[in-house]
């Protein structure tokens, strides 16, 4: 098992405690993700691959305002995760064990929309495992379909490599929660250490470990360009009130 699948494996559990409110959080990022759909002349009658799926936390927002969904995941725990929460929505949602880099080997369809959502595309740790994510996310992308990815900006936290993100803290009504990260650079890498802390009844705390890539905004869009996109737009936070850029690439053929 390599470090992304035990990563979100071992965190499943505790994933949603990154948001003050999940069941909110589906429901804003669903209307975010629906205006883009929307905006690119694509309905709720699409067809929808979440490629990264974990907890659900886009696909079961939009499977609840009419979208037929698909979601895959490399980490057998999240889609655990997924289906018990998809179940307790009323949601039917297909689910699937599958690396993104090698969707062709679950998928034999294309989706009027793929979606790939935070951050999942800086697991790739080379250039050449990102090229080989982006040709088979592409791939099964319907002519005329679009990609929505998001990642973190990190055009900006490359000027500075900063050693830790600034803490969350709710209040949950039974105490505190407090979520961060620490980053240990190395070139373009970086190790994350992800602790959450909550004392709601008892101290409870969780740490995980990861690593990343920062993906230069450029070198994805010249990616998506390389591999069958005939546009890539760029779409920030202050557009969209999601909290990472968004890119959309709209395939060629249609």
């Known amino acids: 098992m390599d470090i992304t699948q035990s990563f979100y494996d071992k ?6 405690k990154l948001f003050l409110d999940w069941e909110a959080t589906t429901n804003e990022q669903a209307c975010i993700l629906d205006r883009i759909i929307s905006d690119n002349g694509l309905g709720r009658d699409a067809q929808v691959l979440d490629c990264a799926c974990g907890i659900g936390t886009q696909a079961i927002g939009l499977a609840a305002i009419g979208y037929a969904l698909t979601a895959s995941d490399i980490s057998d725990g999240e889609l655990a995760e997924a289906r018990e929460r998809a179940g307790g929505h009323g949601v039917a949602i297909r689910f699937e064990h599958a690396d993104f880099r090698a969707l062709s080997d679950t998928f034999a369809e294309q989706f009027d929309v793929v979606i790939a959502m935070d951050n999942a595309l800086p697991h790739m740790l080379t250039s050449s495992d990102l090229e080989r994510a982006v040709r088979s996310i592409m791939g099964q992308v319907k002519p005329g379909g ?7 900006d990190y055009d900006m936290l490359l000027e500075n490599k900063p050693p830790y993100s600034p803490p969350y803290i709710h209040e949950t009504g039974k105490g505190r929660r407090v979520s961060f990260q620490t980053w240990a650079w190395e070139g373009d890498n970086y190790r994350l250490v992800q602790y959450i802390i909550d004392d709601a009844d008892t101290l409870r705390i969780g740490k995980f470990e990861c690593e990343y890539r920062a993906t ?4 994805l869009s010249d ?6 996109s005939e546009a890539v737009s760029w779409l920030m936070p202050d557009e969209t009130g999601f909290y990472q850029p968004i890119v959309v690439a709209r395939k060629a053929g249609a």
């Open 216 to 219: 230069r905004r450029q070198e």
């Open 146 to 152: 679009i990609l929505i990815a998001s990642i973190r």
């Open 11 to 16: 965190m499943a559990s505790q994933y949603d």
């Open 223 to 228: 990616l998506l360009m390389a591999h069958g």
